[in-house]
Protein backbone atom coordinates (compact mmCIF):
# COMPACT_ATOMS: atom_id res chain seq x y z
CA UNK A 1 0.00 0.00 0.00
CA UNK A 2 2.76 2.54 0.43
CA UNK A 3 4.42 1.85 -2.68
CA UNK A 4 1.19 2.71 -4.51
CA UNK A 5 0.68 5.82 -2.19
CA UNK A 6 3.97 7.30 -3.02
CA UNK A 7 3.64 6.25 -6.49
CA UNK A 8 0.54 8.04 -6.56
CA UNK A 9 1.70 10.86 -4.94
CA UNK A 10 5.03 11.24 -7.32
CA UNK A 11 3.24 11.38 -10.15
CA UNK A 12 0.48 14.08 -8.48
CA UNK A 13 3.78 16.36 -7.87
CA UNK A 14 4.68 15.59 -11.58
CA UNK A 15 1.48 16.90 -12.58
CA UNK A 16 1.39 19.55 -10.31
CA UNK A 17 4.85 20.86 -11.45
CA UNK A 18 3.89 20.48 -15.31
CA UNK A 19 0.95 22.54 -15.20
CA UNK A 20 2.24 25.39 -12.96
CA UNK A 21 6.06 25.84 -15.15
CA UNK A 22 3.35 25.55 -18.69
CA UNK A 23 4.96 22.15 -20.17
CA UNK A 24 1.01 20.70 -19.80
CA UNK A 25 -2.04 23.32 -21.09
CA UNK A 26 -5.11 22.49 -19.81
CA UNK A 27 -7.98 23.88 -22.20
CA UNK A 28 -11.72 23.19 -21.57
CA UNK A 29 -13.15 22.87 -25.12
CA UNK A 30 -16.62 21.87 -24.15
CA UNK A 31 -19.13 23.09 -21.03
CA UNK A 32 -20.12 20.42 -18.77
CA UNK A 33 -24.04 20.47 -17.34
CA UNK A 34 -25.34 18.04 -14.25
CA UNK A 35 -27.21 14.97 -15.25
CA UNK A 36 -30.99 15.35 -15.32
CA UNK A 37 -32.79 13.42 -12.27
CA UNK A 38 -36.68 12.82 -12.51
CA UNK A 39 -37.63 12.95 -8.55
CA UNK A 40 -40.94 11.40 -7.75
CA UNK A 41 -43.62 12.38 -5.13
CA UNK A 42 -42.13 10.01 -1.54
CA UNK A 43 -43.49 9.55 1.96
CA UNK A 44 -41.70 10.09 4.95
CA UNK A 45 -41.90 7.26 7.57
CA UNK A 46 -44.27 7.94 10.90
CA UNK A 47 -42.71 7.45 14.37
CA UNK A 48 -44.16 7.00 17.68
CA UNK A 49 -41.96 8.82 20.67
CA UNK A 50 -42.34 8.69 24.43
CA UNK A 51 -40.06 10.95 25.96
CA UNK A 52 -39.77 11.98 28.69
CA UNK A 53 -40.34 15.52 30.17
CA UNK A 54 -37.89 18.01 30.68
CA UNK A 55 -38.39 21.11 32.93
CA UNK A 56 -35.72 24.12 32.55
CA UNK A 57 -35.83 26.57 35.35
CA UNK A 58 -33.47 28.94 37.19
CA UNK A 59 -32.58 29.17 40.91
CA UNK A 60 -30.24 31.29 43.42
CA UNK A 61 -27.58 29.11 44.20
CA UNK A 62 -24.98 29.84 46.87
CA UNK A 63 -21.06 28.31 46.98
CA UNK A 64 -18.35 28.46 48.78
CA UNK A 65 -15.54 28.84 46.59
CA UNK A 66 -11.78 28.31 47.91
CA UNK A 67 -9.38 30.58 48.38
CA UNK A 68 -5.69 29.80 46.90
CA UNK A 69 -2.73 31.79 48.25
CA UNK A 70 0.37 31.93 45.36
CA UNK A 71 3.51 32.55 47.24
CA UNK A 72 6.79 33.40 45.25
CA UNK A 73 9.83 31.97 45.99
Known amino acids: ?3 IGGVLVI ?3 ILAGGI ?4 IDLQK ?5 LPEVAI ?3 K ?15 RKETIEV ?5 KKP
Open 20 to 23: ATGF
Open 1 to 3: MRV
Open 44 to 58: LPQYDADVAKVEVGT
Open 29 to 33: TQDGR
Open 40 to 42: KEG
Open 66 to 70: PTVDV
Open 11 to 13: ILL
